[in-house]
C-alpha cells in the first residue's frame, strides 16, 4: 500500500509536466473474469481516455488472495491492453527480448526478433526463473503473449535499462515482437480469449483440430484427454495432439462429467450422465481458435 501511493505520485508528476491527468485503477482477477466487472473497469478506462487522462493499472493487492491474483504484471498487462482494445501492448524487461535460450547462460543464445505465432517451442525458450528485477520472468512474459495476440493485441518485450525505451523500439532497437492474427475478434470472442484465467486443458485428436479448424463445435467423440478440476462454463485450454494450443473456450460440462464422456458419441451422452446435455463440449460461440 506504501508503494502505491508512491507509484501513483511518481506517474501524477512525470504526466502532469505534459499536461496529462494520471488516475489510479486497482483491479483483482475477478475483474476481468466476471463480465460486469471486465465491462465497468473497460467502461471506466475508456471515460479515462475521454478526459485525456491515463489510468495506471496495478493489481489490489489489498483484497487479492493466492487464489484470486494474478501474481504478475505481464499476465495483468496483457488482460488490460486486451479489455481496451490496444493495438500493441509492450512489456519492459530487463534484456532485450526473448532468446534462444538464457543468455546469462548461454553466450551462444540469440535474440528472435520476431514470433509469427506461440508454438510449444517457443514456450520452452521461455523456461526459466524470474530476474531480481521482477516477480515474473520470460515464461510469464510469453503468457502475456499468448492472451495479447489472442485477442488480436501486438505485443513487444524489449529491454527498460535505456533511456527512452519506446523512442528505441521505434527507430529498429533490439526487441522481439509477438505479431497476432488480422481476423477480429468479437467483443465476447475477445473476453474469452484475453480476460479469463484457463481452469483446465482438453486435448483432442487430429480429426477434432481439424473440425474445430473447419468452423464446428468441440463434440465428445475429438476428445482424447482432460486435465485440470473445471466447473461448468469455465474457460479451458484446447489443445492438439503435439502439445499445441488450438485455442480457448467455455466448456459446457465440469471436469468429471467431461472424463465420462470425452471419445463417446453424443447420442450416448444421456445413457452416460443421466441427464440430457448439450451436444457439444464447447460450441463454436464459446470457443475462440489461436488463429481468430
Known amino acids: ?15 502532469g509536466s505534459h499536461g496529462i491527468v494520471a488516475g489510479q485503477i486497482l483491479v483483482t482477477l475477478h475483474d476481468t473474469e466476471e463480465r460486469r466487472r471486465y465491462l465497468n473497469a473497460r ?17 489490489n493487492d489489498t483484497v487479492a488472495t493466492d487464489e484470486i491474483r494474478y501474481g504478475d504484471n505481464d499476465r495483468l498487462a496483457a488482460r488490460v491492453a486486451t479489455m481496451v482494445g490496444a493495438d500493441c501492448l509492450v ?36 523456461g526459466g526463473a524470474a530476474s531480481e528485477l521482477s516477480r515474473g520472468g520470460m515464461t510469464t512474459k510469453v503468457e502475456a503473449g499468448k492472451i495479447a495476440t489472442t485477442a488480436g493485441t501486438t505485443m513487444v518485450i524489449a529491454s527498460g535499462k535505456h533511456d527512452a525505451p519506446l523512442a528505441r523500439i521505434e527507430a529498429g532497437g533490439p526487441c522481439t515482437w509477438f505479431l497476432t492474427p488480422t481476423h477480429p475478434v468479437t467483443s465476447r470472442k475477445k473476453w474469452i480469449a484475453g480476460s479469463l484465467e484457463p481452469r ?12 474445430l479448424r473447419g468452423g464446428k463445435s468441440l463434440l465428445p467423440a475429438g476428445v482424447a484427454k482432460v486435465d485440470g478440476a473445471f466447473e461448468r462454463g469455465d474457460c479451458v485450454v484446447v489443445r492438439g ?38 451436444n457439444e463440449v464447447i460450441h463454436r460461440d464459446d470457443l475462440v481458435l489461436a488463429a481468430e
Open 200 to 211: 483446465g486443458v482438453i486435448w483432442l485428436d487430429a480429426g477434432a483440430v481439424e473440425a
Open 91 to 126: 512489456l519492459l524487461s530487463d534484456i532485450d527480448g526473448l532468446y534462444t535460450a538464457p543468455p546469462q547462460k548461454d553466450p551462444s543464445a540469440t535474440l528472435i526478433p520476431v514470433v509469427p505465432r506461440i508454438t510449444p517451442e517457443i514456450e520452452a525458450m521461455a
Open 1 to 15: 500500500s506504501v508503494g502505491q501511493i508512491a507509484l501513483a505520485r511518481a506517474w501524477s508528476e512525470v504526466l
Open 241 to 278: 495432439p503435439d502439445g499445441a494450443e488450438i485455442g480457448r473456450g467455455l466448456v459446457a460440462y465440469d471436469a468429471v462429467a467431461a472424463v465420462q464422456i470425452m471419445g463417446k458419441s453424443s447420442k450416448a451422452i444421456e445413457a452416460i450422465l443421466g441427464y440430457k446435455g448439450r
Open 43 to 59: 467502461n471506466t478506462m475508456e471515460t479515462l481516455f475521454q478526459v485525456r487522462a491515463v489510468p495506471v493499472v496495478n493489481e
